[in-house]
T-cell receptor
Framework: QQQVKQSPQSLIVQKGGISIINCAYE??????FPWYQQFPGKGPALLIA?????SEKKEGRFTISFNKSAKQFSLHIMDSQPGDSATYFC??????????????FGRGTQLTVWP | DTAVSQTPKYLVTQMGNDKSIKCEQN?????MYWYKQDSKKFLKIMFS???????INETVPNRFSPKSPDKAHLNLHINSLELGDSAVYFC?????????????FGSGTRLTVV
């Protein structure tokens, strides 16, 4: 069972455009939602993370929007650049219950930014 | 200095062989993980150790056996390799459960079973 559902599977955006990746979850015990970025031949690296006490978090061109009632969160990449071309993973974890200590990843989105 | 280093980076082996992958972290983290990334890039946790204690043991074939000699090292031994074991295996580490500073991943070991 996929704990975190991510879409789209692939995304092509023109340079300067906005990239939007969406994720949804069911487990209301999740209370930590990171995004990871993975370049070819490398391991994933933490990009930005949010907790449900805020609805938005921004770091540079990257913004997470969080909708607790809808159990959805999304990554927005403003002014997308060719160097942003990578695979992006959303994830979720909980500090309690049967999912304690586990980070569940979405299936990833392959982002390609055209120059 | 590489924070999380895995060896080897590439591993090509025949079916039925036994192989090991080694991982070391120099971040002082207390938790280490093994993840498997398949050809569709899906990341699936296999094992996690916290201070040398196994805390996550997902449903993986018992041909896979992790071993943590100390909190800076986590190795993965695979017996009787099968074609379906071909994947990229990532080691990662975190402080506690990685909820403050995230996980630090190694660069992966690409295992190809022929």
């Amino acid at each position: 069972q996929q704990q975190v559902k991510q879409s789209p599977q692939s995304l092509i955006v023109q340079k300067g455009g906005i990239s939007i990746i969406n994720c949804a979850y069911e487990n209301t015990a999740f209370d930590y939602f990171p995004w990871y970025q993975q370049f070819p031949g490398k391991g994933p690296a933490l990009l930005i993370a949010i907790r449900p006490d805020v609805s938005e978090k921004k770091e540079g061109r990257f913004t997470i929007s969080f909708n607790k009632s809808a159990k959805q969160f999304s990554l927005h990449i403003m002014d997308s650049q060719p160097g942003d071309s990578a695979t992006y993973f959303c994830a979720a974890s909980s500090d309690r219950g049967s999912t304690l200590g586990r980070l569940y990843f979405g299936r990833g989105t392959q982002l390609t930014v055209w120059p | 200095d590489t924070a999380v280093s895995q060896t080897p980076k590439y591993l090509v082996t025949q079916m039925g062989n036994d192989k090991s992958i080694k991982c070391e972290q120099n971040l002082g983290h207390d938790t280490m993980y093994w993840y498997k990334q398949d050809s569709k890039k899906f990341l699936k946790i296999m094992f996690s150790y916290n201070n040398k204690e196994l805390i996550i043991n997902e449903t993986v074939p018992n041909r896979f056996s992790p071993k943590s000699p100390d909190k800076a090292h986590l190795n993965l031994h695979i017996n009787s390799l099968e074609l379906g074991d071909s994947a990229v295996y990532f080691c990662a580490s975190s402080q506690d459960r990685g909820r403050d500073y995230g996980y630090t991943f190694g660069s992966g070991t690409r295992l190809t079973v022929v």
